[in-house]
């Protein structure tokens, strides 16, 4: 994941010294051609270059992660028909397991619907008073042992996957009672601010990136447990025993699942079929943002350019 915002970095300099010295070369030194008489200081020629360079370079940069994502997303619903068909997961390689969540030990409970499941996460949390920010005051998730009973027999998730599909939200009164008691048994972790809680938090997510024993279970508060969650509403996302999905992530033979490697482990809900219609409709939509933000970017310069002489008259 660092190796990714490293390379978009990287990609957004290169494109802003691309830009950069095509309007710096493309400023007009005749200024006699634009019907002005008096010369503008060399300095005004670099400073308009960097000032259109860097947000034309910013919404390019973001049409290319764009097309980056389309390309993934290709090769995603590729990896979806090599799973379905049988194809057996190479090491080191990135897969797609397909198919029904089976369990190894017994199952978790969801902490607000209730729900058997095998894994979770849930926040309980307040709509704050400016712009109706959601504000978390409790949340966490846990994971248990399981496999995904793929076309070519189990597959493990070693590590806690990142939730690829809509979270429920519940505000009913049974739910509330349910969410109380669990703040009242459970032992949270106080969500703290500064470096060294910082640090803290990143160690403590490297874990649950990293737990090769297949079970997790982290939860963080923000306030006491005699906190009034009176007016609080609850989200929860959770995967049920018997669900059909799909994760991807890097196969590791050695362990017989799927790791984090560059990504973490990314799952979505459905079946293999219904998982390639939705990243069908991702793709188009990526290449509509494509289109759009390198537009903006093209757009950028060219404004400059015609505004570009009454600038500096």
């Not at 309980?124 to 998730?141: E, N, P, Q």
Request: net charge neutral; charged share 15%.
């Amino acid at each position: 994941m660092g190796k990714t915002c490293l390379g978009y970095i990287a990609l957004f300099c290169v494109i802003a010294i691309v830009i950069f010295l095509y309007v710096y070369l493309r400023y007009p030194a005749d200024i006699e051609a634009m019907g002005l008489l008096t010369q503008p200081p060399e300095w005004m020629r670099s400073v308009c270059a960097a000032a259109v360079s860097l947000p034309a370079a910013f919404f390019a940069s973001m049409g290319l992660g764009f097309l980056h994502g389309v390309w993934q997303k290709f090769a995603e619903r590729s990896l979806i028909q090599f799973s379905i068909h049988g194809g057996l997961p190479i090491n080191g390689k990135n897969t797609a397991a397909a198919g029904v969540i089976t369990p190894l030990a017994s199952p978790l409970t969801a902490p607000i619907s209730g729900s058997p499941c095998v894994a979770y996460n849930y926040e309980i949390c307040h709509t704050g008073i400016r712009a109706g920010k959601r504000i978390t005051d409790f949340h966490g998730f846990s994971l248990s042992p399981f496999v995904i009973q793929t076309a070519v027999g189990p597959v493990r998730l070693l590590n806690y996957p990142e939730f690829d599909f809509r979270e429920n939200a519940y505000d009913d009164e049974e739910t509330f009672q349910r969410a109380r008691k669990y703040i009242h048994e459970t032992n949270f972790s106080p969500v703290g601010m500064g470096p060294a809680a910082i640090g803290k938090g990143f160690l403590e997510i490297k874990d649950m990136l990293t737990d090769e024993d297949c079970f997790i279970k982290k939860d963080w508060a923000r306030v006491g447990k005699d906190c009034d969650i009176s007016n609080d509403y609850f989200v929860e996302q959770c995967l049920k025993i018997g669900e059909n999905v799909c994760a991807f992530g890097t196969y590791s033979a050695g362990s017989g699942g799927l790791i984090s490697d560059s990504f973490p482990v990314r799952l979505m809900k459905g079946e293999g079929s219904a998982i390639s219609k939705t990243l069908l409709r991702r793709i188009i939509g990526n290449i509509i943002g494509v289109a759009i933000l390198l537009a903006v970017a093209v757009a950028i310069v060219k404004i400059f350019f015609h505004f570009l002489p009454s600038f500096i008259a």
